[in-house]
């Protein structure tokens, strides 16, 4: 095993190591916040950006580490499960994603996840698969290496975003989230703390033009929310949803009004500041509390689900 598919296998390893480090990187300049899963709720305990000088003097003490991936260094796939044995497993799964990519698959670093649904709802198993570039794995790597951080874990937004919606989770029930930063846009389906389902959604300007921009635009995200809910009470039919939350820094009183008006679930509006104690204080800006939510969540690890 290379220790690309080492460090990418632990993607999906949310470890029970209680206390994590989380390292974004940025164009030219580096985020690091750490979080303690010690207490009742998580708690955010530091908070910095570094420049690279700063990054050589990082210390990380006895905390795990991880960093994510940036959009277009991976994809994020969903397939039926191959048949085959567990240990021929991936090769299958490379044969069956290789013309879904847009570079060769030896260029390609892969791990699969299961995604938990019982046989008496679908016949064939699905799995999420994580195809990401080696050099934007690799570039990760050699970075904190020079660094002298050791690195554990190598994470993407969308398994980052999913520990902050397991937050939202109502014992027995799913939650959906939608969220919105740095601008991009994102609805998940998550149960026990597992993902069940993913889409982008549209962000830009017609969020922020003129009224009947805007009101195209809130149309267009209802409609595509309601799709992709529809989706899922087809296909994991075994879920039922407590609720819907939307994290976004922007005003949201439209698209709530949308989807109250088209949904029979109840929409909330939720803040990361009352999920994670010590945000306010470390991070108080709300816009770049919400750009930051994926990293925040990469930091929120508590349990093993890596296949």
Known sequence: MTILHRMLKLIQRRSRHLNWTAIGFGMQEYTALSISMLGK?????????LNAADLQQLRTGKDKVTTLLDPGQYRL????????????LRTAVK??????????????TIDVIDIPISREVVRTPMLMVVAANNDAIQSRIKV????????DVIDIPELGLRNVAALLEK???????????????LLLVVHHGELFMWRNLETGSGRYGIASDHDSYVDRTVREIVRTLDHVDRHFS???????AILSAEDSADLVAGLERTLDLPIELAHPAT????????????V???????????ALRVTDDLR
């Open 41 to 49: 709720k998580p708690r955010m305990t530091a908070f910095s950006t």
């Open 77 to 88: 796939l969903q397939i039926d499960t191959p048949n085959a044995a567990p240990d021929e």
């Open 95 to 108: 044969w069956r994603i290789k013309d879904m990519l847009d570079r060769h698959i030896d260029d390609i």
């Open 144 to 151: 904190l290496r020079d660094a002298s951080i050791p690195l």
């Open 171 to 185: 014992p027995g029930q799913a939650v959906g989230m939608v969220w919105f930063g740095n601008g991009q846009g």
């Open 238 to 244: 075994e879920l039922s949803l407590s609720h819907l």
């Open 275 to 286: 999920l994670i104690d010590g945000l306010e204080e470390q991070l108080p800006d709300p």
């Open 288 to 298: 770049q509390q919400m750009a930051l939510l994926p990293l925040i969540g990469a």
